[in-house]
T-cell receptor
Framework: GENVEQHPSTLSVQEGDSAVIKCTYS??????FPWYKQELGKRPQLIID?????GEKKDQRIAVTLNKTAKHFSLHITETQPEDSAVYFC??????????FGTGTSLTVIP | EPEVTQTPSHQVTQMGQEVILRCVPI?????FYWYRQILGQKVEFLVS????????KSEIFDDQFSVERPDGSNFTLKIRSTKLEDSAMYFC????????????FGSGTRLTVV
């Protein structure tokens, strides 16, 4: 099955700086890559996603890049704010209809 | 915006007891899922359900687990004889089609086995 790895596991940045989280996947058939933000005790919330036919997608301060050849995708948050502090999960969706999640990155934005 | 609703939000049960976690998927969705998240760990797939039968399940979903769609709106996860290691957050999700079409997570049920 698919295997998704995520780095780093923890990340601290100063408010206003950028944060980058990276994921790799193993199944070349995976074609959809969402990113979720999860606040403590709450459900994962979709923040951005990218499909395999696109290399980059941006939504205000958040962007995702995908390199299909290398099988990796990254989340970029610019101008970070304290409310960006949360756990972020990447995921991949192969031909089976189940998401495979990364192990999560705990992001702390220091005011 | 349509939501996936889960009840209860928190359930405490004695080890060995049966629990039923309930979910109301988005009304026009056809695919239903259960995921589990042990505290501090990643979200893990348990099972997917389509057309009144299990379409896929993970190795976590052993004989003590079962799912059911008892009526047109509810989707339940039953754990027959709970163990301490079943303590986790359980998320229900639903989607309109295969792939990501409107894939939506519920707010979760925190199960604590004592």
């Amino acid at each position: 099955g698919e295997n998704v790895e995520q780095h780093p596991s923890t990340l601290s940045v100063q408010e206003g700086d950028s944060a980058v989280i990276k994921c790799t996947y193993s199944d070349s058939a995976s074609n959809y890559f969402p990113w979720y933000k999860q606040e403590l005790g709450k459900r994962p919330q979709l923040i951005i996603d990218i499909r395999s036919n696109v290399g980059e997608k941006k939504d205000q301060r958040i962007a995702v890049t995908l390199n299909k050849t290398a099988k990796h995708f990254s989340l970029h948050i610019t101008e970070t704010q304290p409310e960006d502090s949360a756990v972020y999960f990447c995921a991949a969706l192969p031909l089976s209809n189940q998401f495979y999640f990364g192990t999560g990155t705990s992001l702390t934005v220091i005011p | 915006e349509p939501e996936v609703t889960q009840t209860p939000s928190h359930q405490v049960t004695q080890m060995g007891q049966e629990v039923i976690l309930r979910c109301v998927p988005i009304s026009n969705h056809l695919y239903f899922y259960w995921y589990r998240q042990i505290l501090g760990q990643k979200v893990e797939f348990l099972v997917s359900f389509y057309n009144n039968e299990i379409s896929e399940k993970s190795e976590i979903f052993d004989d003590q687990f079962s799912v059911e769609r008892p009526d047109g709106s509810n989707f339940t996860l039953k754990i027959r004889s709970t163990k301490l290691e079943d303590s986790a957050m359980y998320f229900c999700a639903s989607s309109l089609q295969t792939g990501d079409f409107g894939y939506t997570f519920g707010s979760g049920t925190r199960l604590t086995v004592v």
